[in-house]
């Protein structure tokens, strides 16, 4: 089982690549910069609507300004074309409509009667200039119509037409019998000139700086899809890194960490996620050495029931189930290698006679004597194992006849030593019997200790010959 499914066992991380794609079509950025993008649009909507009302109101308020403007200087000019008659003002009309922007101008008297009239060729066919005033006729107020080809409008205005005339009062009515015009002081009303100012060439230049403001629209929304783009990548990209540590951290590598500075809340995460890294990184550790404990305490353990299931509880040495596995093995290995091997077979003499005598433990106590004496002449090699009762069998790899009855003799010399000096009441002696694999002709690793065994019953026997050889 691997380290992240130990951590996080219900954790599935999507692999990166499918992970970028699938952040491309729903990620954050995306979203932002679509949200940006939509932001700009919409603010730019609202303020290119709200720019362009007022703008129109201004235009309008200026294309008044100059209506006004352009009557009253006309009227000033007819002040003086008023005593030369009607023809005067004639001309004077038609100079005025060819050099100017203006579908018509009239001249009336002061009581609204036609004097003069011209029209441009650019009037509405049909829409014949009427005499007179209207009801909607305000003296000096321009009033919009639209009434050209082109769909533009005009504007038309009334303007009165006065000259010097000291301390003259004159009041003149319409035909409703309202008051239009009262003079005083040094002014004199005679008429009025009538004109039709052209929209015609202000809604051209109003269209021409609307496709202007149009196109640097279109080039500011191109421009705004990048820009947004790239603005959200650099504000994304710590999140982003965060992102990845976080991935690469739950995909095994432990020592992810997110190197993000800054206060703002992206810094806040990504200091707690390398706090949390820290401390699952210390319970990661923990938790192996833990198990590298535990690992130990089993294999420890486990010696511990082997050596519990492999030997005597008494004396300490194999048991015989042991010995068993262990004769196996090294019969077969000496067969093949060629090697020699030894087995000797041990029995306390008058052991019995201790045990009716001296009690049990005290017969306890002769065989831990006597397995201590057989381990302190064993090499690391051999196996020494508690055959049954107050027998011992010796197993020696590498050991041919000779050295084994060296062996036994030197085993038997000490037990007898050590029992007359530590046990000086006990008569228990020890007979041996020795077996090598060059007495055995079978290939069945217990006739080996079957010699052995014999040995040793030969050795009781002959008192006199306590160590015997196999036959």
Request: a negative charge.
């Amino acid at each position: 089982m691997s380290e992240e499914s130990i951590l996080f066992p219900n954790l599935s991380v999507s692999p990166e690549p499918h992970r970028r794609r699938r952040l491309l079509r729903t990620g954050l950025q995306l979203k932002f910069t679509c949200l940006v993008v939509g932001l700009a649009l919409a603010v730019g909507m609202i303020v290119g609507s709200v720019t362009t009302d007022h703008a129109t109101l201004i235009v309008r308020r200026i294309q008044m300004d100059h209506c006004r403007q352009e009557a009253a200087l006309l009227a000033y000019k007819a002040a003086d074309e008023y005593d030369l008659g009607k023809s005067a003002l004639q001309l004077l009309a038609a100079r005025s409509v060819r050099a100017k922007s203006l579908l018509f101008v009239s001249f009336m008297d002061a009581h609204g009667r036609m004097l003069a009239s011209v029209e441009s060729p650019t009037r509405v066919a049909g829409n014949s200039l009427t005499e007179g005033f209207t009801p909607d006729t305000t003296i000096g107020q321009p009033i919009r119509n639209a009434d050209t080809n082109d769909g533009g409008g005009y504007l038309d205005v009334t303007y009165p037409v006065r000259v010097a005339n000291g301390d003259v009062e004159d009041q003149l009515a319409d035909k409703t019998g309202k008051t239009l015009e009262q003079s005083s002081g040094s002014e004199q009303l005679i008429g009025y000139v009538r004109i039709g100012y052209s929209l015609e060439q202000t809604l051209a230049e109003v269209n021409a700086a609307s496709e202007l403001l149009s196109g640097i629209a279109v080039i500011i929304i191109c421009l705004t899809v990048p820009l947004a783009y790239l603005l959200v990548l650099r504000l994304l990209r710590p999140l982003a890194s965060l992102s990845d540590s976080i991935s690469k951290f739950a995909n095994g590598d432990l020592n992810a960490r997110c190197r993000i500075g800054g206060a703002d809340e992206i810094g806040e995460l990504a200091v707690a996620y390398n706090l949390m890294a820290e401390r699952l990184q210390q319970k990661h550790m923990e938790i192996t050495e833990l198990n590298s404990y535990l690992e130990h305490r089993v294999v420890e353990r486990t010696k511990q029931l082997q050596d519990l299931a492999s030997r005597d509880p008494l004396t300490g040495l194999y048991n015989r189930r042991h010995f068993n596995e262990v004769l196996n093995r090294r019969f077969a290995e000496s067969k093949r290698y060629d090697s020699s091997l030894a087995c000797i077979m041990i029995d306390l003499d008058d052991f019995k006679s201790v045990n009716d005598t001296h009690g049990h433990q005290y017969g306890d106590e002769i065989l831990k004597l006597a397995a201590t004496t057989i381990e302190q002449e064993l090499r690391s090699s051999d196996v020494a194992a508690r055959f049954g009762g107050d027998e011992f069998v010796l197993l020696m790899p590498q050991v041919d006849s000779e050295q084994a009855k060296g062996l036994a003799q030197r085993i038997q010399d000490r037990f007898n030593e050590v029992i007359s000096i530590q046990y000086p009441r006990c008569n228990v002696g020890m007979s041996i019997g020795t077996a090598s694999l060059d007495d055995v002709s079978s290939d069945n690793p217990d006739d080996l200790v079957r010699l052995a065994d014999l040995s040793l019953y030969d050795s009781k026997r002959d008192a006199k010959k306590p160590v015997v050889q196999g036959r």
